[in-house]
C-alpha cells in the first residue's frame, strides 16, 4: 500500500528551467493539493484539483503550472525556475465525500541555483 | 479570510511530562475542521488528531488530545507522556466546511523538544 508518493525526492535545478514534480496516489482520492513550505511562511496552497480536469489556483499559483489527466497523478511543473522557488514541495490527498483531512507525501526538496 | 496563529515557535519537554501548545484562529464560519499535524525531522507530514467544531467533546487519540473552546476559538493539543518520538514540528490547521472544501489554513507551527 504505497499510499502517495512523489518524485524526485531531491532535485536541483538551474534559473530558467523546467522542472517537474510528480505525485501518485493509490487511494483514488477525488481531491489533490500542492503546497509548499517555507521558513516563516509554513506550508501555502499552490494548486489543488477536484477530479481529473478540474483544477483551482490556491494561495501561491504563480510561476506554477498543474495538470490532472489520471485521477492518481498531479505533476507539478515550474515553466522557468527562479531562486525564489526553491523550497520543499508537499503533495497531499484527500477522500472528500465529508472528509476533510489531507494526507501528506513524503515531500521534495528543490532547490534552485 | 482565515488565519490560524500558533504563538509559541518552539516548547520544551521532559520525557513523561506532558505538555500543551496553543492554537487560535479566526473565522466567521460555523462549520469547520481543525486539525493538527506532526512533522518530524523525516519531513513527513502526519495527521495527529481532528476536531469537527459542532463536536462539544474534545477529540482524543491515545496520548494526544485536544481542549476546543469554540468561544474563544481556541484549540490546543495536550501531549501527555511525552516520548522523544513526540519531537517534531506541530501544525495546527483549519478548513472550513461546506463549499470550501480542500483549503487548508496551516499555522506557522511549533517546534517541540522532548528532554531526556
Known amino acids: 500500500d504505497a499510499g502517495i508518493t512523489q518524485s524526485p525526492r531531491y532535485k536541483i535545478t538551474e534559473t530558467g528551467r523546467q522542472v517537474t514534480l510528480m505525485c501518485h496516489q493509490t487511494?483514488?482520492?477525488?481531491?489533490m493539493f500542492w503546497y509548499r513550505q517555507d521558513l516563516g511562511h509554513g506550508l501555502r496552497l499552490i494548486y489543488y484539483?477536484?477530479?481529473?480536469?478540474?483544477?483551482d489556483k490556491g494561495e501561491v499559483p504563480d510561476g506554477y503550472v498543474v495538470s490532472r489527466s489520471k485521477t492518481e497523478n498531479f505533476p507539478l511543473t515550474l515553466e522557468s525556475a527562479t531562486r525564489s522557488q526553491t523550497s520543499v514541495y508537499f503533495c497531499a490527498s484527500s477522500p472528500g465525500q465529508g472528509v476533510y483531512e489531507q494526507y501528506f507525501g513524503p515531500g521534495t526538496r528543490l532547490t534552485v541555483t | 479570510a482565515q488565519t490560524v496563529t500558533q504563538s509559541q515557535p518552539e516548547m520544551s519537554v521532559q520525557e513523561a511530562e506532558t505538555v500543551t501548545l496553543s492554537c487560535t484562529y479566526d473565522?466567521?464560519?460555523?462549520?469547520?475542521?481543525l486539525f493538527w499535524y506532526k512533522q518530524p525531522p523525516s519531513r513527513q507530514m502526519i495527521l495527529v488528531i481532528r476536531q469537527e467544531a459542532y463536536k462539544q467533546q474534545n477529540a482524543t487519540e491515545n496520548r494526544f488530545s485536544v481542549n476546543f473552546q469554540k468561544a474563544a476559538k481556541s484549540f490546543s493539543l495536550k501531549i501527555s507522556d511525552s516520548q522523544l518520538g513526540d519531537a517534531a514540528m506541530y501544525f495546527c490547521?483549519?478548513?472550513?466546511?461546506?463549499?470550501?472544501?480542500?483549503?487548508?489554513?496551516f499555522g506557522q507551527g511549533t517546534i517541540l523538544t522532548v528532554h531526556p
Open positions: 487511494w483514488s482520492h477525488s481531491y
Open positions: 490547521a483549519y478548513h472550513a466546511g461546506g463549499t470550501s472544501y480542500g483549503k487548508l489554513t
Open positions: 473565522t466567521s464560519e460555523s462549520d469547520y475542521y
Open positions: 484539483s477536484a477530479a481529473a480536469d478540474i483544477t
